[in-house]
């Protein structure tokens, strides 16, 4: 195939056959955050290249080996976003969100890039929905950005998903933990990759995620980091745990689970698949209570997660999960004829201003062609006008579903049909026995 019809290896189209399912699922997840408080944010694609090697980490898999990084044509260093919890947090320093009443919550969908080893679940661009909690040290916000997370799925029909969580301590008590981590590495130094030696000496816990299987083997055999966390992470961390018990959501400690990203501090957590292969986390996140400094701003201790869209839908589509029905067309026109076409589009602008969506021929068809269009699209009425329906001035609705066929005048049509409309919703839900409405009683 010609090079300039082929997408770029690691990027997928989202056709219209699918995009009703995506944008529910998006759309659904907005609506649950904001219910939590959160707010929509939006920030730009790309950054300087600085932000993400000081936010993610200059020893992390996504600064070292994944990011699109270009310089532009004045001579910056420019990234892809690889993730949306960095430039959440840009965006709050520089427009002073840390003045507003705190925590500022946030919520966004976003592209994403990173230049990895495409495979199922594993792309090159890929999108996610993410919150950040701006400001709250409290393990309260801990529980409560966790079962925002798990909400979405329960909201959503997903099933089976595990909650893992652990704690991964504090800088202070990070200095022990890595003490411990580089004794253990420094004895198995011979079987570690390149990446990862580097690693040994500026921060070990790197290793602990590196995707060569070979040191995801030595790994396994690591110290844990539970096991060096200080009273205070301790404290703050079972008390995460007694909010997520009170509030019935099951989880797994995994003292395994590292992240990623050097951000994190304390609470991490990952909401983790075994139905969609290898790449299993749909969902993940934690807090970052040092990343705000880190960029150069005063203390902001903060917390988020991002849920992978691509690895929810297919995870939606091997559970056969189900979806509401794609919203159909209303009405087709069918015309006849240059002023039978000009009526249909008078008719469809007035009937769309209320809220109704029709379509009528824009393409020059036959009658038949429009018919069997018509049909194609599923839509669930349609009419026919013609010369002859144009003279005596009535036309005939036809229901697609295989309902009766109603005759109106075309004068006036507009109202008659959204009447017929109202009509057949209150059919709908009264039943299939039904009872008598009279429309004027409605209003
Ligand atoms: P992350 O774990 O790197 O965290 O990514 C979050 C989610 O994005 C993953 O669980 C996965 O579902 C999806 N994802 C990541 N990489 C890919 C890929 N190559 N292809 C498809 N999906 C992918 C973050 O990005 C953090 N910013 C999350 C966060 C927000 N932490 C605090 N606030």
Do not use: W
């Amino acid at each position: 195939m010609a090079l300039v019809t082929k997408a770029i290896k690691g990027t997928q189209d989202l056709l219209p056959a699918d995009s009703y399912k995506t944008r529910y699922v998006e759309q659904s997840m907005l609506d649950i955050a904001t219910k939590f408080g959160y707010k929509e944010i939006r920030t730009p694609v790309f950054e300087h290249t600085e932000l993400f090697s000081r936010g993610v980490g200059d020893t992390t898999d996504v600064v070292q080996k994944e990011m699109y990084t270009f310089d532009d044509k004045g001579g910056r260093s420019i990234t892809l976003r690889p993730e949306g919890t960095a430039g959440a947090m840009r965006a709050f320093l520089e427009h002073g969100l840390f003045n507003e009443p705190l925590p500022q919550k946030v919520s966004y969908l976003t592209s994403c890039y990173r230049y990895e080893k495409p495979q199922a679940g594993r792309l090159r661009e890929f999108h996610q929905f993410g919150v950040e909690c701006l400001g709250t040290a409290a393990p309260a916000a801990d529980a409560e950005l966790i079962a925002l997370g798990h909400e979405i799925f329960s909201y959503l029909g997903v099933e089976g998903l595990k909650l893992e969580i652990n704690s991964i301590g504090c800088p202070e008590c990070r200095k022990k933990y890595h003490a411990a981590l580089r004794e253990y590495f420094e004895s198995k130094k011979d079987a570690l990759c390149g990446t990862c030696l580097d690693r040994l000496g500026r921060n070990p816990m790197r290793i602990l995620d590196c995707k060569s299987p070979e040191c995801g083997e030595i790994a396994k055999g690591a110290p844990k980091v539970l096991d060096y966390i200080c009273e205070d992470c301790s404290a703050h961390f079972e008390t995460v745990k007694k909010h997520l018990d009170a509030m019935n959501i099951p989880y797994v400690v995994n003292p395994t689970i590292v992240r990623g990203l050097d951000y994190y501090t304390r609470t991490v957590f990952e909401f983790v698949s075994t139905e969609i292969g290898a790449q299993g986390t749909v969902c993940g996140g934690g807090r970052y209570d040092g990343l705000a400094e880190e960029l150069g701003g005063a203390k902001t201790p903060s917390l988020g997660f991002a849920l992978g869209i691509e690895r929810l839908m297919l995870l939606m589509q091997a559970q056969g999960t189900p979806l509401p029905e794609e919203q159909r067309t209303d009405l087709y026109i069918v015309s006849m004829g240059e002023a039978a076409n000009v009526a249909a589009a008078k008719i469809a602008a007035s009937l769309r201003e209320e809220g109704i969506s029709v379509q009528y021929d824009v393409a020059g068809r036959s009658v038949k062609a429009q018919m069997k269009f018509a049909n194609k699209l599923g839509v669930r009425n349609t009419v026919v006008i013609g010369d002859s329906e144009l003279e005596s001035g009535k036309i005939i609705v036809k229901d697609m579903d295989g309902g009766e066929s109603v005759e109106m005048e075309l004068d006036g049509f507009e109202d008659s049909y959204q009447s017929y409309l109202i009509q057949n919703a209150v059919k709908d839900i009264a039943g299939a026995d039904g009872f008598e409405v009279n429309i004027s009683d409605l209003f």
